[in-house]
């Protein structure tokens, strides 16, 4: 079965400076995708970043790069220079697309992550 | 472009009442699935429907129930309410199911 593992419950980062959020997974399946989402006290979830399992360079979405290393099972995502408007909790997510049924999305428990000044 | 809508934005209900949820996909997205998250945890999948098919079913009881309509809106039911069911119910869409899933702002239900 999938599972996905975010170990910090919460991260700091200073205004302007870049956070690695961790992200690893568990899976046996070779064609996955795994996601970011960004979800604000507001509740709803924001798409980030898309990485797919055969995707041979880490996905870029402007101040959002993802850090793929497959052997390692793990995808973490980098925020660079921090702003005030980037504290939410974030979460990663898998989904399979070798199937003829759905693709249901694997969260994590996510990262509450807060941008001080 | 409008993004995915959902309503009611919140509801009350007691123990035992039945609650319908709707959602509204982008426009040209006949993919629509169903998550409910329990405050402190990620969403959990209960249902995603293509084309008006049913694709797959999570861990849930029957219960609960979803329908995708011609115009691909959907409606999630929830029959017998308890306590446990109180949670954000997100609905997301995309184009074909193996896409990647957009999300709309949620319903908040409270069970009491």
């Known amino acids: 079965a999938q599972k996905i593992t975010q170990t910090q419950p919460g991260m700091f980062v200073q205004e302007k400076e870049a956070v690695t959020l961790d992200c690893t997974y568990d899976?046996?399946?070779?064609?996955?995708?795994l996601f970011w989402y960004k979800q604000p006290s507001s509740g709803e979830m924001i798409f980030l970043i898309y990485q797919g399992s055969y995707d041979q360079q880490n996905a870029t979405e402007g101040r959002y790069s993802l850090n793929f290393q497959k052997a390692r099972k793990s995808a973490n995502l980098v925020i660079s220079a921090s702003q005030l408007g980037d504290s939410a909790m974030y979460f990663c997510?898998?989904?399979?697309?070798?199937?003829?049924?759905?693709?249901?999305?694997?969260f994590g428990t996510g990262t509450r992550l807060q941008v001080t000044l | 472009d409008a993004g995915v809508t959902q309503s009611p934005t919140h509801l009350i209900k007691t123990r035992g009442q039945h609650v319908t949820l709707r959602c509204s996909p982008i426009?040209?997205?006949?993919?629509v699935s169903w998550y409910q998250q329990v405050l402190g945890q990620g969403p959990q999948f209960i249902f995603q429907y293509y084309e008006k098919e049913e694709r797959g079913r999570g861990n849930f009881p029957d219960r609960f129930s979803a329908r995708q309509f011609p115009n691909y809106s959907s409606e999630l039911n929830v029959n017998a309410l308890l306590l446990g069911d109180s949670a954000l119910y997100l609905c997301?869409?995309?184009?074909?199911?193996?896409?990647?899933?957009?999300f709309g702002p949620g319903t908040r239900l409270l069970v009491l």
């Open positions: 997301a869409s995309n184009f074909y199911t193996k896409e990647t899933q957009y």
């Open positions: 899976t046996s399946d070779p064609s996955y995708g």
């Open positions: 426009s040209g997205h006949k993919s």
């Open positions: 997510a898998m989904s399979f697309f070798n199937t003829g049924t759905a693709s249901k999305l694997t």
